[in-house]
């Protein structure tokens, strides 16, 4: 679940999962506990905390690496994190699917001034023109971040506007669309499409809306094979001869070529739709 100050994430996190039955991850907590254990890492992250700016990647990613790792197979719901496009990127690497990214949106006005009552909270020695300069900065970084995010994890993506409503109004919106996602009898796992037909059938058309409207990585055959000529110089006669002419490129490269491929992680994650092969 991810959202900006002023949006109850905790709140909302801490309620679904009180309502499923899931244990809560929440990023905040495993930093607070960092700086009370007094961690090689305490400085920075109390650091960031004074000056409301991000925790460095690296420290937040090892964190949530290990709780999500302590969970095994048992169900979660990770509060705060992925926060930008490398905590996305980590989580993908780790395997980690997501059933759902709850995105809570407020207006910037609204995250603005929960980021400046949380320093002056915190006995921040910003004040006037300095504090309403930290919080316009703490609503661009949130918003250039959560592109990223979003760009990351498109297909799963879930965008709920949270101003103007209760607490308990938010939490009931939510478990409601978990509830009718989890009755559904469909495959939870990321689609995987296969589009075949002949030149002139307007496949790659086809697979770039797909991949567009669901979210899913185009894995286009001739795209790879241009890479592959890019990168292999003691291939690119041969691969070059076969797009001029139009032959079949021989299985001995191709196949390896599409299975290193969607075993990436995007595929794994956003699910792929496959163009011209096999």
């Known amino acids: 679940m991810c959202g900006p100050a002023g949006s109850n994430r905790k709140e909302n996190a801490l309620a679904l999962a009180e309502y499923f039955g899931w244990a809560c991850i929440s990023v905040g907590d495993l930093l607070k506990k960092e700086v009370s254990k007094k961690t090689e890492h305490a400085a920075v992250i109390q650091e960031a905390f004074k000056l409301y700016r991000y925790v460095p990647d690296a420290i937040v990613i090892e964190l949530v690496r290990r709780q999500v790792e302590l969970q095994g197979e048992s169900s979660w719901i990770l509060e705060g994190f992925p926060r930008t496009q490398a905590q996305a990127l980590a989580l993908q690497r780790l395997g980690v699917v997501p059933d759902k990214l709850i995105h809570m949106r407020v207006a910037p006005g609204t995250t603005a001034a929960r980021v400046k009552a949380n320093l002056m909270a915190a006995n921040s020695p910003l004040y006037g023109p300095e504090l309403d300069e930290v919080a316009l900065q703490a609503v661009e970084e949130y918003q250039l971040h959560q592109r ?38 469909a495959p939870r796992r990321p689609p995987r499409v296969i589009l075949l037909g002949p030149p002139g059938s307007g496949r790659s058309t086809q697979a770039k809306i797909l991949s567009n409207r669901f979210g899913l990585v185009h894995v286009c055959t001739r795209s790879l094979i241009k890479e592959e000529i890019v990168k292999k110089p003691e291939l690119a006669q041969v691969l070059a001869q076969c797009l001029k002419e139009g032959k079949l490129v021989p299985e001995s490269i191709i196949i390896p070529l599409i299975e290193h491929r969607i075993k990436q992680s995007d595929c794994r994650v956003n699910g792929w739709v496959l163009d011209g092969f096999p």
């Open 148 to 185: 990223g995010v979003n760009a990351t994890f498109a297909g799963f993506v879930y965008d709920y506007l949270a101003d103007d409503k209760e607490q308990n109004e938010v939490a009931n919106d939510l478990a409601r669309m978990l509830r009718i996602r989890y009755k559904s009898d």
